[in-house]
């Protein structure tokens, strides 16, 4: 437990490092944190800090920088930033626009560049997540047990999938659970039918059901790969951080990072299960495994229901509350850009 004086102290030195990057010494927490305080009893409450691992001396001189669990207990109970609101002026009416495109897909690239260009950092946004509804169901025969599923959807999105069969199927037993599937369950999702074939395949000859299961659980594989996608946008700006510059082992990793996206869509996917605005400081998201960098992030929805997670990606460094903000802000606006196709 801090006292008061000490939470301002470690309040003012998180905010006057965010903005000058630079550790801050007693002189500079004198005069900018408004209490009369010697400068020996300054000494004394960084000392305090430092023990509690809320800050660090990075180098020999006397100033001090925040630790990342000197974030947390600044945006957890010193953060000032309120709940914002839907832009209404002429000059926000703009930057809702470029929410507002043809396809969803320009929606969720423009929100991941105005992420981006707003925080000068890194946007980051999964796109939509939509039921696995199938049209229907064709086999194709490749060799001896091995057999394309075709899934159609209802929209004419196509997805296909090689599975490996215990059986030599021939072109009439794909025809005939290709026919069963299509007519018994044609516009359901296939997590319905994969439920429905458990208790039905009494009804169905052995091999026919085994190979329905096998393609139902290909199908839903493969169109929750094809609608795992993440868009990132300003990988670059890290290269003019400051934090970042100096150390190309960090931007290596960092842009592995991107590339790869796998770590990215377990933490956006994490992020989508909570509610508002979540904010993850160095490491402690136990996904993206950095103690320089941040993200933070927010669900959006279609239609009252949630679809995806959106946020921004930068250093340690960074104005929480106005990523906050921004994070916040975008959500709404996609939420209702999609909401209103």
Known sequence: MLDDRAKTLLKTLVERYIADGQPVGSRTLSRASGLELSPATIRNVMADLEELGLIVSPHTSAGRIPTARGYR???????TAQPSQLPDSPRDAAFEAKLHADQPQRVIANAAQLLSSLSSFVGVITAP?????????EFMRLSERRVLVIIVAPDGDVQNRVIFTAHDYTSSQLLEASNYLTSHYGGLTLEAVRERLKTEVDAIRGEISTLMQAAVQAGSEAIAESHEQVVIAGERNLLAVQDFSSDMGSLRKLFDLFEQKTQLMRLLEVSSRAEGVRIYIGGESMVVPFEELSVVSAPYEVDGQVVGTLGVIGPTRMAYSRMVQIVDITSRLVSNALSAK
């Open 73 to 79: 207990l600044f945006v957890d109970t010193m953060l």
């Open 129 to 137: 997540k939509k039921p696995s509804v199938f049209h229907h169901i």
